[in-house]
């Protein structure tokens, strides 16, 4: 999980780089060997100066200069003296003793060393989160708890050593997204929920669901005339893959794998529902069978899709803040692609969601229904 952490960390760092806090070094201990574009890790250890410094635009903005220590890279054990706030920034910080901080050097035309602070160093954070998880899934879910944890794990393996660097390589995202399902698929789910019908119902439900998804995904992203670009990040990875990763796939690749980690829930809940209402009476037929499923998945559906519509509303907050402290006409803010992505993405998943339940439903009630005969 370190590992994982790390290459995180490292994806955190390289798009942190359009906000950094432009550092001019004052002071090293051995400046001739400083060497060009190092990244390291350093930590404040004393805040010699703290003020406010007035901008060209008449702002003003916190002003720092801070003793740092390095505790990672060539320049381990090295002390700096830097200033920050010299630079117009959005949302500059105001640093203290103790705040760990991710440092990258380099050089000017001139050839004077610059530092960047591009980030707070923020594994510890997580990695106290990571175990409180661990923790309360272990205390809780007991033996299911370390099977599900062990299926995590397989997914971020498959995203990161699989996914991830073939689409990077130049690989149909779509197809990719597709392969790196059917492997997470059968493998989360029976970690997750044991080898019995139940979950291979389940696991057959959810690849059907999510080849519609997929098709939904496909159609109305061309009839939408999505291009993916609509994010700074997109343009930022075509620069540096030079053109090679498939920037729509890559969207249609990225609505594939948000929903699969929510057909999870509906499927083999529907699966366990039809189940039990089984044991309860075996004498029912199959149109009842169905019906009363059918009428727990409902609520379940309408849960699920206003939990599904929340989750992407809460991650687009920032941008409707922009659009309503700016008001444009409905009909214009919902026409703008970055709107329009979240729309799309957002109704295709909770289609692909409401199928669900009717596809598990009649798979796991034709099942039972064939074993009583």
């Known amino acids: 999980m370190k590992k994982i952490l790390n290459i995180i960390f490292a994806f955190i760092l390289i798009f942190s780089l359009k906000s950094v806090d432009v550092i001019h070094a004052q002071n090293f201990n051995n400046p001739e060997q400083a060497p060009v574009e190092e990244t390291f890790e350093a930590t ?91 923790v309360i899934a272990l205390a809780v879910g007991k033996i299911w708890g370390v099977t599900s944890l062990l299926g995590m794990g397989f997914s971020f393996l498959v995203i990161f050593k699989f996914i991830l660097p073939q689409i990077i390589n130049g690989a149909n995202p779509i197809l990719i997204a597709i392969l790196g399902s059917l492997f997470i698929i059968p493998v989360t ?24 998804t997929g098709l939904l995904a496909g159609i109305f992203v061309d009839a939408a005339r999505l291009t993916g670009f609509a994010s700074e990040e997109a343009a930022f990875l075509q620069v540096a893959s030079q053109g090679a990763v498939n920037i729509k796939g890559l969207l249609l690749a990225g609505i594939i794998i948000g929903a699969l980690g ?62 309503i402290d700016r008001p444009h006409p409905f009909l214009e803010v919902i026409n703008y692609e970055i709107i329009a992505d979240e729309i799309i993405r957002t109704l295709v998943g909770s289609i692909g969601l409401i199928l669900a339940v009717p596809i598990t439903t009649l798979l796991a009630c034709f099942f039972v229904n064939k074993k009583k005969k």
């Open 44 to 134: 404040v250890t004393s805040v010699l100066e703290d003020s406010e410094t007035k901008l060209s635009d008449g702002e003003m903005q916190i002003y720092q200069k801070l003793e740092l220590i390095v505790k990672k890279g060539e320049l381990k054990g090295e002390t700096i003296i830097v200033e920050s706030g010299n630079y117009a920034l959005v949302g500059s910080q105001r640093y203290k003793v103790g705040d760990k901080l991710i440092v990258l050097q380099n050089q000017d035309i001139d050839g004077n060393d610059i530092f960047f602070v591009s980030d707070y160093v923020r594994r510890d954070a997580m990695l106290i989160l990571f175990i409180v998880f661990v």
């Open 189 to 212: 789910f029976y970690l997750s929920h044991g080898l019995n019908k139940k979950t291979t119902i389940a696991i057959a439900a959810t690849v059907v669901a999510l080849i519609i």
């Open 262 to 323: 929510v057909l999870d829930d509906v499927t083999v809940s529907q699966a366990s529902i039809v189940n039990q209402l089984n044991e309860v009476n075996k004498k029912m037929s199959f149109k009842e069978l169905y019906g009363r499923a059918m009428k727990v998945g409902q609520d379940h559906t309408s849960s699920m899709v206003n939990t599904l519509v929340l989750v992407y509303t809460g991650a687009a907050l920032p941008l409707l803040l922009l659009f």
